[in-house]
């Protein structure tokens, strides 16, 4: 799991707003790094690391969301949440199949089995896969991380 990137010039003497807003701007630019793998899937990792990128985010936002005028503030969290349960299905998939495929590796139990289960929810875990990808496209079709952005430097 990736650390989370410290805030470059935060100062608890600074207003509020300020800090607020290079707190969010380096969580949100924190989660898309891992945009480019996720999308891949090449490395479940890079999906991990998306998704406590973004639980980092959601956390910050709760935290200040007074800060914020409702209506935009929901609009925008909402689709944050999106993301995140899109990103912990594929997850949760990922973690179960590799327990099944340690599984596989070190125990007597009946392989055939435990290699149709695997099958089967690797299966599943390639639709999740794919809904989280047309979410991710969608987003950024409409505009998400532009919209993220003015959200951050307008609202407050």
Not at 80 to 88: C, E, V
Not at 122 to 147: C, F, M, P, Q, T
């Amino acid at each position: 799991m990736a650390k989370a990137r410290k805030i470059p010039f935060l100062n608890p003497n600074k207003p509020v707003k300020s800090c607020v807003q290079k707190i969010l701007r380096v969580r949100f630019d924190e989660m898309i790094s891992f945009e480019e793998g996720t999308i891949e899937g090449k490395d479940i990792e890079a999906l991990h690391d998306m998704r406590v990128a973004a639980r980092r985010l959601q956390a910050v936002m709760k935290i200040f969301r007074q800060l914020f005028p409702k209506k935009s503030f929901r609009k925008v969290y909402n689709e944050l949440r999106l993301l995140i349960r899109a990103l912990g299905e594929v997850r949760d998939y990922d973690v179960f199949i590799d327990k099944i495929e340690n599984m596989v590796n070190t125990t007597e139990y009946d392989k055939r089995a435990l290699n149709l289960l695997l099958i089967r929810k690797k299966a599943e875990r390639d639709e999740k896969r794919k809904i989280l990808v047309s979410l991710i496209n969608e987003l950024n079709k409409r505009g998400y991380k532009e919209h993220f952005y003015r959200f951050i430097f307008s609202q407050i």
